[in-house]
């Protein structure tokens, strides 16, 4: 069982950045493929980021390429998602995620076992 904790939300102006956190606790981090999804108002959960087990490879919904970027530090069980150049549009919530594998990146929701609360992301224009 892993427990996941996002933090780093808030409210930022148009063009700002924000960097999201996530804490693991439980199971074998190392074990997971790690993603970041989030879900406006009205809106179905999209895929915002994913990274594998060991960071080798990332990718990226195309709203959000090139402007965030998905990290993670299996030593501190943590996995960030550092989101610049912000636009209205990004305003959500965000939640973290964790599914068992060591193959590759995760993009579908139904692949991921585990899920976060959620932090609320708030672009102002």
């Known amino acids: 069982q892993v427990q996941l904790v996002e933090s780093g939300g808030g409210l930022v102006q148009a063009g700002g950045s924000l960097r999201l956190s996530c804490a693991a606790s439980?199971?074998?981090?190392?074990?997971?493929?790690m993603g970041w999804f989030r879900q406006a108002p009205g809106k179905e959960r999209e895929f915002v980021a994913g990274i594998s087990w060991n960071g080798g490879r990332t990718y990226y919904g195309d709203p959000v390429k090139g402007r965030f970027a998905i990290s993670r530090d299996n030593a501190k069980r943590t996995v960030t998602l550092q989101m610049n150049s912000l636009k209205p549009e990004d305003t959500a919530v965000y939640y973290c995620?964790?599914?068992?594998?060591?193959?590759?990146?995760?993009?579908?929701?139904?692949?991921?076992?585990?899920w976060g609360q959620g932090t609320q992301v708030t672009v102002s224009s």
């Open positions: 995620a964790a599914g068992f594998s060591r193959v590759g990146v995760l993009r579908s929701q139904n692949e991921y076992n585990f």
């Open positions: 439980g199971g074998t981090f190392s074990s997971y493929a």
